[in-house]
């Protein structure tokens, strides 16, 4: 098995629809998985009926999205700023930008970094109120950027975490087109070491983004593009053996085979996480979000059925579910794009204009239009 080569990929014709789709399609998932987020399965099917959560509009008020998507727009505006400036013919340091994107983003979150960390300059996202909510941010986030000092591969802060706070946020690297998707996949793992150190987080996350690239803007298929990105984190240097376990298991245990093991159902609830783990860590996350989109795949009649089958497989178990939702829900818009996405869901989400207009500002300033 050989990865995708590295070669510049051209955006699609649908490209708009693909971005709007993932970044979408994450905050869908995200806000569905956060309404049980610290829920065990057996206290989601006492509140919701044995099928557990199956829909946004059991919510019993508004609906909102996590610090997952809150993250991953923060991620993306770090990115336009970077494509502002590279539209003005000036080189940008990607991280230095990242870094000072996540700043603004802990300081919506109410808390001022210590040491000698710079004062980023606001952007038109830090003036959005909705993203002024703790939405339970991930510890290994806050507490990376709390500390003043920006981590690297090489000086990481964090050593030793690896949580899911890294993959959840980093959708919007693989939107970047007319780039080598080897330069996604540094682009996402650098970033990720600015909060994680642990090696498994760091290629989770280029793993990840790998995927979303491979879908959104290669035109990969589904299974080829999880195998493409599967053959990238088994070439990684050092490859985390506990992400190459949960990636291999993710694809084995999703084709007809794998299935056919189980009565051709999905693994769900307490089998899922037991054969995939339970998301709060980022090889666990990426696994249980990418086997929920690849196992219910067969079935699905059209895109807003699979997208349904998927979200619904990804966030009833006693894990992260938040983060497998926005995972699950990524990689569905970047494989179908907007075509995924349930209307009546988008009329519950939380404030869809804001992430469009992100998602439209990408658009201009990578295609034009």
């Known amino acids: 098995m050989t990865s995708q080569p590295d070669s510049v990929n051209a955006p699609p014709a649908d490209f708009a629809s693909r971005v709007h789709g993932t970044l979408l399609g994450g905050s869908l998932g995200d806000a569905l998985g956060y309404l049980v987020e610290f829920d065990s399965l057996a206290s989601i099917t006492g509140r919701y009926g044995p099928a557990g959560l199956v829909d946004l509009s059991q919510a019993d008020g ?5 610090d997952d998507t809150q993250m991953t727009l923060y991620t993306l505006d770090g990115l336009l700023e970077v494509l502002e400036w590279a539209n003005d013919g000036v080189g940008a340091d990607i991280n230095a930008c990242q870094w000072l994107a996540y700043l603004r983003w802990l300081k919506t979150q109410g808390i001022r970094p210590a040491g000698k960390a710079p004062e980023p300059q606001p952007r038109w996202i830090d003036r959005q109120s909705v993203l002024h909510h703790q939405r339970a941010p991930g510890n290994a986030c806050i507490t990376g950027l709390a500390g ?4 690297t ?3 990481p802060v964090n050593p030793d975490s690896k949580g899911c706070g890294t993959v959840m946020r980093s959708a919007p690297y693989g939107l970047i087109p007319n780039v080598p998707t080897e330069a996604v996949y540094k682009m996402s793992s650098d970033a990720a070491s600015l ?11 280029g793993a990840f983004s790998w995927l979303i690239h491979a879908l959104a803007v290669g035109g ?3 299974r080829e593009a999880a195998a493409s990105a599967q053959a990238r984190a088994v070439a990684e240097p050092g490859a985390d053996a506990a992400l190459l376990a949960r990636l291999d298991a993710a694809l084995a245990l999703s084709v007809p085979g794998g299935l056919a093991a189980h009565d051709g159902e999905p693994l769900s609830g307490g ?12 090889e666990e996350a990426l696994a249980v979000g990418l086997y929920a989109v690849l196992a219910t795949a067969p079935r699905a009649v059209s895109a807003v059925e699979h997208f349904l089958a998927a979200m619904r497989l990804a966030v009833n178990h006693d894990g992260d ?12 818009g970047a494989l179908y794009g907007e075509a995924a996405l349930p209307g009546a869901w988008l009329q519950l989400g939380e404030d869809p204009q804001l992430i469009r207009h992100l998602g439209t500002e990408l658009v201009k300033l990578t295609v034009g239009g």
């Open 62 to 66: 508004p609906v909102h999205f996590s």
């Open 148 to 151: 003043g000092e920006m981590g």
């Open 153 to 155: 591969r090489f000086r």
């Open 195 to 205: 909060t994680h150190g642990h090696p498994a987080a760091r290629q989770s996350s």
């Open 220 to 222: 990969l298929g589904l």
């Open 271 to 282: 089998q899922l996480t037991d054969a995939l783990g339970l998301g709060w860590v980022a």
């Open 321 to 332: 579910s938040d983060s497998t939702g926005s995972i699950a829900g990524n990689i569905l």
